[in-house]
């Protein structure tokens, strides 16, 4: 079946530590997405990508990272700058091709806390 | 600026009653909705979309939207609660105005509405 994998499910980070959260989709889908849900505050913006070796900064992207070598692969690093990573990350990919109009098709998420 | 609110934080409905979760938007030209539902621990599924045409849009599960223009509003319904219905709702919007930019296509969402449905 089609769908977006996001790993681990749960992630813990030291102080100081960039952890790397990870989001492989088969959808081929050309756009993908990283938000940010902390309780009561919706989902927000940390980047996004509409092709390979592009991406774009987000609402919040202080204190991460991203790459897309890949189509199928959009891995967002937390970086020591980000003092409060604890929070619910979401990775979403939506066709380009098809309209603007179409659907973001959500992973799991992972969840990160700080140790 | 595009923006979503989401006026309650909580629903709560009997099992059998109808239900409504409110959202109203904020776009600079026409907008694309959208009402997405979680469930604990879980990501974002799909439930319907407004584009264009007409006002009413049926959805998943038996959910459905009603689009109004005036009062810029996406509310979303169900004639009859489940249980199962229960999860946490949140309303988006896309304002195809700006794309011409960057060409961002991500989504602006509003801050959740939790439904409780009790038996």
């Known amino acids: 079946d089609g769908g977006i994998t996001q790993s681990p499910k749960y992630l813990f980070r030291k102080e100081g530590q960039n952890v790397t959260l990870s989001c492989e989709q088969n959808l081929n889908h050309d756009a993908m997405y990283w938000y940010r849900q902390d309780p009561g505050q919706g989902l927000r913006l940390i980047y996004y990508?509409?092709?390979?070796?592009?991406?774009q900064k987000g609402d919040i992207a202080e204190g991460y990272s991203v790459s897309r070598e890949k189509k199928e692969s959009f891995p967002l690093t937390v970086t020591s700058a980000q003092k409060n990573p604890t929070a619910f990350y979401l990775c979403?990919?939506?066709?380009?091709?098809?309209?603007?109009?179409?659907?973001?098709?959500f992973g799991d998420g992972t969840r990160l806390s700080i140790l | 600026a595009q923006s979503v609110a989401q006026p309650e934080d909580q629903v709560n409905v009997a099992e059998g009653n109808p239900l409504t979760v409110k959202c109203t938007y904020s776009?600079?030209?026409?907008?694309?909705l959208f009402w997405y539902v979680q469930y604990p621990n879980r990501g974002l599924q799909f439930l319907l979309k407004y584009i264009t045409g007409d006002n009413l849009v049926k959805g998943s599960y038996g959910f459905e939207a009603e689009f109004n223009k005036s009062q810029t509003s996406f509310h979303l319904k169900k004639p009859s609660a489940l249980v199962s219905d229960s999860a946490l709702y949140f309303c988006?919007?896309?304002?195809?105005?700006?794309?011409?930019?960057?060409?961002?296509?991500?989504?602006?969402f509003g801050s959740g509405t939790r439904l409780q449905v009790q038996p």
């Open positions: 979403a990919s939506s066709s380009i091709g098809e309209g603007p109009n179409q659907p973001q098709h």
């Open positions: 776009v600079s030209g026409n907008p694309y």
């Open positions: 990508s509409q092709i390979v070796n592009d991406f």
């Open positions: 988006a919007v896309r304002d195809p105005g700006g794309m011409m930019d960057t060409g961002r296509r991500a989504l602006t």
